[in-house]
Nanobody
């Protein structure tokens, strides 16, 4: 059974930074494409950033230039570095691993950007 565990969320002031981590266990991490999604209250879950198994990345327009996704296949970890945070970045952030018919989600970590 594949398990994803996020960490690193919290309360931060506008303009601050946070680094989210996603630990993956139970399978061969390197074959999965990894994404970070977020869901704000009353809104649909949206894709924030993605890194494919080969290392290519893409970002939502709203976070380009501020967020950076990365992965470490030696540690079975995915990361989301978030800089210049804004109140509108407040949401629960979810880690997502997928490939072909396989699809796994973490439990989410809360990020609150507020003064």
């Amino acid at each position: 059974q594949v398990q994803l565990v996020e960490s690193g969320g919290g309360l931060v002031q506008p303009g601050g930074s946070l680094r989210l981590s996603c630990a993956v266990s139970g399978s061969i991490f390197s074959i999965y494409h990894m994404d970070w999604y977020r869901q704000a209250p009353g809104k649909q879950r949206e894709l924030v950033a993605a890194v494919r198994s080969g290392g290519s990345t893409n970002y939502a327009d709203s976070v380009k230039g501020r967020f950076a996704i990365s992965r470490d296949n030696t540690k079975n970890m995915a990361y989301l570095q978030m800089n210049s945070l804004k109140p509108e970045d407040t949401a629960v952030y979810y880690c997502h691993a997928h490939r072909a018919a396989y699809d796994y989600w973490g439990q989410g970590t809360q990020v609150t950007v507020s003064s």
